[in-house]
């Protein structure tokens, strides 16, 4: 293992951490709303957001960039505000939050929908607001589903490739994840080198999802209880 | 205490309650599905399509005419489902003490804990206790935000649940002690008379008896009204001490004696409630001779009237109107008619203690 091996398993531990922060209240909020909602809106919305999951990841990144540009609709937003993102480890992150947002979304909804809605009629009774059976009761019971969803969604985040070096390139030291960094590498024949990668990837993806596993299976244990 | 205008339309029928209730304790009686449920929830402001007027105690909690629609959370008033619907990621301390009101009394928790007698459970997961303790804890949870008014839905599955898990008694401590006033959903007209001043019955989502319970449980087991519950011969009373070494205790219910089995605790005396089922008291029309039964009652046949349980008897005895269940060929056999001096014979491990 090299420094440079280091940095860039830093490098992309942050934006990836950094872009499951990003969508986790978008996420929980999304969820709840589809769990709570009925009829043709929640379907429409419901296909939406699942469109990165189907989508190459290349097309999401595209409509990114166009996004992005300094004449497209956000971009230029960004650029009057002295903001430039493209090219930047902000895009990285952006690129990771929108790929894995329908993996929470998901893990969310699922997790709500078991939720008794019984139960908030209870807390309002009990003097709670609508936010405030939410928060004390919706959550709480929640909780697992949501940290699974947030699991997976960090773990799609490390390895996302096809929108990120379109939106953000691959420039060592400033953008290059290990997943971009396994491509280079092989690329310029370092096949060694891109395998201590893989090798760092494997580990952290199998702790992931293990956990993931792990707390949807005692979820499924407890509800069967 | 609280007047109500509530209209509801579920799948079978549309549920139309027009009523001024005043005792502070109501009964909801009638038969499963007649809407005493979405009744309850309506009144707590869990139904957004109820519709009408909700005052309680001269405060419009809903009054549709007027725009005015409290949310459940301004309401104040405590609900116990029939499945108790303890939040499952609370221990019981935490479901008590979900409801406790920031500005809540010192001691009240500790206090209600003592009126429901739950300390043992305190500590233990809604899954891990029984049917009659979520009761017990979810009628805490309810005090514990200090409600205006409870609404208590009996489970269905009480109906054999043992005395001593039933949360009567427990209702009972809570009016005396807390001076809450309550509507009880019960199949059990018994239960209904020991803890309710007034009843309401339902059918199919209407009112169809009205008034002191005492009238309306008379109505229903003259058949005046469908029945759809059980209905039990109710006595209050007061019960003497148990003498050392019987089993029996002497219960003077207006101008009867009657001797019932004596409580397990030897404290209980003094105000009681006792109940016998009619098809539990013999009936003859001559005196009856060396019987082992303990009670023996002379009375006068009121009247009788039959259907497919059988003939059901109204007979005056000792003050107090007894209603017997007869098989028809006994009754045939018996020639009863209205006046008839008949004998009534009640054993006493027949007679039931409630309160």
């Given at each position: 293992m090299t420094a440079e091996d280091f940095g860039i398993l830093f490098l992309t531990l942050r934006v990836a951490a950094l872009a499951t922060l990003l969508i986790l209240p978008f996420g929980i909020a999304c969820g709840w709303f589809l769990s709570r909602s009925r009829g043709s809106l929640r379907t429409v919305a419901e296909t939406v957001l699942s469109l990165p999951l189907v989508l190459p990841p290349t097309a999401v990144g595209l409509l990114l960039l166009q996004a992005l540009r300094r004449s497209g609709p956000v971009g230029s937003l960004l650029g009057r505000a002295g903001i430039e993102v493209l090219f930047t480890p902000a895009a990285v992150v952006l690129a990771c939050a929108v790929m894995s947002f329908p993996f929470l979304v998901r893990f969310a909804r699922t997790a709500f929908e078991e939720v008794d809605p019984r139960l908030l009629s209870m807390a309002r009774t009990l003097g709670d607001s609508p936010s405030g059976a939410f928060r004390r009761v919706a959550l709480p019971l929640a909780w697992r589903g949501i940290l699974a969803g947030t699991l997976l969604a960090f773990s799609r985040a490390l390895g996302e490739f096809g929108a990120t070096i379109l939106v953000a390139?691959?420039?060592?030291?400033?953008?290059?994840t290990l997943a971009l960094a396994i491509f280079q590498r092989t690329h310029i024949g370092q096949d060694a080198a891109a395998m201590r990668l893989v090798g760092l990837t494997v580990v952290i993806a199998f702790a992931a999802v293990l956990a993931t596993e792990v707390l949807t299976s005692r979820r499924a244990r407890r509800i069967a209880t | 205490m609280i007047a109500l205008d509530v209209r509801l339309d579920l799948p079978r029928f549309t549920l139309q309650v027009e009523s001024d209730l005043n005792a502070p304790g109501v009964a909801v009686l009638g038969?499963?599905?007649?809407g005493k449920t979405s009744l309850l929830e309506s009144i707590a402001g869990l139904r957004p399509r109820a519709r009408g007027r909700v005052i309680l105690d001269g405060v419009a909690l809903q009054d549709d005419a007027k725009g005015v629609r409290l949310p459940p959370e301004a309401r104040r008033i405590g609900y116990v489902p029939q499945d108790a619907l303890l939040f499952p990621h609370l221990d019981v301390a935490g479901n008590v003490r979900f409801g406790l009101r920031r500005d809540a009394r010192r001691g009240a928790f500790d206090e209600i804990i003592e009126i429901l007698q739950i300390a043992p459970l305190l500590r233990r997961h809604p899954a891990a206790i029984s049917g009659g303790e979520r009761q017990r804890v979810a009628l805490a949870r309810a005090l514990a935000a200090e409600p205006r008014l409870l609404l208590l839905d009996e489970p269905l599955a009480a109906l054999d649940v043992e005395l001593k898990e039933r949360i009567v008694p427990y209702l009972l401590r809570v009016r005396d002690a807390l001076h809450v006033p309550f509507l009880y959903v019960t199949h059990n007209a018994g239960e209904a008379a020991a803890v309710a001043g007034e009843a309401l019955l339902l059918r199919d989502g209407a009112v169809v008896g009205e008034g002191p319970v005492e009238s309306v449980l008379a109505a229903m087991a003259a058949g005046r009204v469908d029945p759809g519950a059980r209905y039990e011969n109710v006595l209050a009373g007061e019960l003497e001490p148990r003498a050392a070494g019987t089993e029996t205790a002497i219960f003077h219910a207006g101008a009867a004696t009657l001797v019932v089995p004596a409580p397990a605790d030897e404290r209980i005396a003094g105000r009681t409630v006792f109940s016998v089922a009619p098809e539990d008291i013999l009936v003859s029309s001559a005196p009856p001779e060396r019987v082992s039964a303990r009670n023996r009652l002379l009375g006068r046949v009121l009247s009788a009237r039959e259907d497919e349980d059988g003939t059901w008897l109204r007979v005056e005895a000792e003050g107090f109107p007894w209603t017997v269940r007869l098989t028809r060929a006994a009754e045939e056999e018996l020639a009863l008619t209205r006046e008839s001096p008949v004998w009534l014979t009640i054993k006493a491990h027949s007679f039931r203690r409630l309160s």
């Open positions: 390139g691959n420039i060592p030291g400033r953008t290059q | 038969p499963s599905g007649s």
